[in-house]
């Protein structure tokens, strides 16, 4: 895709570090180098500030990746890219059904409404919840795991969605300031939202979370 839209050697792409390693690699192997830009808290994809900090003269691409079932601000994004010349690539998630969306937008609403302890996500613009995230405040990547760990004891199936982020990553590291993108990978946590949940699993996960209320305190 790089290479086609004619992405090479000497050129630069802004990509987010918060996410998979695969965008990086693909801008690698067009001979092109990766430059991390920082995520928008709420959405956990590409801010348009950072990006548009991020530009120099090598730059000729962006690749935005839409996370977890909410999109970009993709109008910002290609303005951005207007501004500079550059080419604005959007990298998707598989589409569901509508009903399976509904379905989650349901656990999802269930899950708003009876969660305490942690941060919920911004379900705003069209949030299909692929991905339930929450937010495990505390001291971050400590109690986030502990946290963890304790809701896989009680049955509960929630995984870290981002365990690395790629600026971290050996052949990717670079010595860059992306705080949302590290406070993201230390406090996120994906907890189950799929269109099978039956009623019980959800309080199931509600009855888990809520009773770790203490691990969410901080140290001092």
């Known amino acids: 895709m790089l290479r086609a839209a004619g992405v090479g050697v000497g050129d630069e792409v802004v990509v987010p570090a918060f996410g998979n390693v695969e965008v990086a690699e693909a801008v690698a192997l067009a001979g092109a180098l990766p430059i991390f830009a920082d995520v928008d808290p709420v959405t956990y994809c590409l801010a348009p500030d950072t990006v548009e900090s991020a530009v120099t003269s090598r730059t000729a691409a962006v690749v935005v990746v839409h996370r977890f079932g909410r999109r970009a601000d993709i109008a ?21 059904p509508y009903d399976e969306i509904a379905q989650r937008r349901e656990r999802a609403a269930y899950l708003d409404a009876k969660l305490k302890g942690v941060r919920t996500p911004d379900g705003g613009d069209g949030h299909t919840y692929q991905q ?6 505390g001291n971050g990547r400590p109690d986030r795991d502990a946290f963890a760990r304790a809701l896989r004891s009680r049955g509960v199936d929630c ?12 052949e990717f590291r670079r010595c860059v300031s992306l705080p949302q993108t590290e406070l993201a990978a230390d406090e996120t946590l994906a907890l189950p939202v799929n269109a099978t949940l039956t009623k019980r699993e959800m309080q199931r996960v509600v009855s888990a979370c809520n009773a770790l209320g203490g691990l969410l305190q901080p140290a001092f």
Do not use: C, F, I, N
């Not at 339930?132 to 405040?137: A, C, Q």
């Open 76 to 96: 910002r994004l290609h303005a951005v890219g207007q501004r500079h010349g550059l080419l604005v690539l959007e990298q998707g998630e598989s589409e569901a």
């Open 132 to 137: 339930y995230v929450v937010r495990v405040p």
């Open 159 to 170: 995984r870290v969605p981002v365990k690395t982020p790629v600026h971290r990553l050996p």
